[in-house]
């Protein structure tokens, strides 16, 4: 097993720890002091190769996000895929009226449809809002290669409006990771960035609508990046 995110549960004062083996998707809730809450539970056991799963909690509806890529659909593409996980490590599916598919691992949601490969996914969630901004690479296999992408979804999950460019230079970019500023409610995304040459790690804030935000002049553009060297 691979692990590739711990996610803290402010609710419960639990911790998720997400990781990989053998292709699928795992989780495994924690106490305080880092033992085991209950059995390990499938989140994505599709047969595919999924990797890079990492996630955030929703502190409204005390419930995790869970992101990861995933190679379900064949071929050389690659989609961002989700799953809503609750304080119990029970699958959440917001289109199941029933409750019945709560613990079915066939319930994750598709987060990107590109023609690409998208990779690389980060999450994170505005609690004054309730909504999520996920940020992933993207690559169109063009000669731009490697941009990184944001897709805003709502407080289940579901994809909100449509994807957007958090940074498209002409030169690779790679690794995004997001953040939420709860004060005043809006995101920091950074990421590493070679349009200088050597890599270097480049920033840029999103609204909570997925606008570009430019405190340069304390406005709006439609594209900033800060090098934070």
């Known amino acids: 097993s691979v692990v590739y995110d711990l996610i803290y549960d402010s609710a419960s004062n639990r911790y998720l720890a997400v990781y990989t083996r053998s292709g699928d998707i795992f989780g495994q809730l924690l106490d305080a002091d880092g033992s085991a809450y209950g059995e390990e539970f499938a989140i994505c056991s599709n047969s595919a190769s999924n990797a890079g799963p990492t996630g955030t909690f929703d502190t409204v509806n005390n419930r995790f996000l869970v992101v990861w890529t995933d190679m379900r659909d064949g071929g050389a593409d690659s989609n961002?895929?989700?799953?809503?996980?609750?304080?119990?490590?029970?699958?959440?599916?917001?289109?199941?009226?029933?409750?019945?598919?709560?613990?079915?691992?066939?319930?994750?949601?598709?987060?990107?449809t590109d023609i690409s490969s998208d990779v690389f996914p980060s999450v994170a969630f505005d609690e004054t809002n309730q909504v999520y901004l996920l940020v992933y690479v993207f690559d169109d296999?063009?000669?731009?290669?490697?941009?990184?992408?944001?897709?805003?979804?709502?407080?289940?999950?579901?994809?909100?409006?449509?994807?957007?460019?958090?940074?498209?230079?002409?030169?690779?970019?790679?690794?995004?990771?997001?953040?939420?500023?709860?004060?005043?409610?809006?995101f920091l995304v950074v990421w590493q960035d070679e349009r200088n040459g050597n890599w270097d790690v480049f920033g840029q804030i999103v609204t909570a609508t997925g606008v570009i935000y430019d405190h340069n002049d304390d406005g709006y553009n439609q594209y900033n990046a800060d090098n934070f060297g």
């Open 141 to 186: 296999f063009t000669a731009n290669p490697d941009d990184i992408y944001g897709q805003l979804l709502d407080v289940n999950g579901a994809v909100s409006g449509n994807r957007f460019p958090v940074s498209a230079d002409t030169y690779p970019q790679k690794n995004p990771k997001v953040i939420n500023d709860s004060e005043n409610n809006r």
């Open 80 to 112: 961002i895929y989700g799953q809503l996980v609750d304080t119990e490590g029970d699958l959440y599916d917001p289109d199941d009226s029933d409750g019945t598919d709560l613990t079915d691992p066939t319930v994750n949601m598709q987060l990107t």
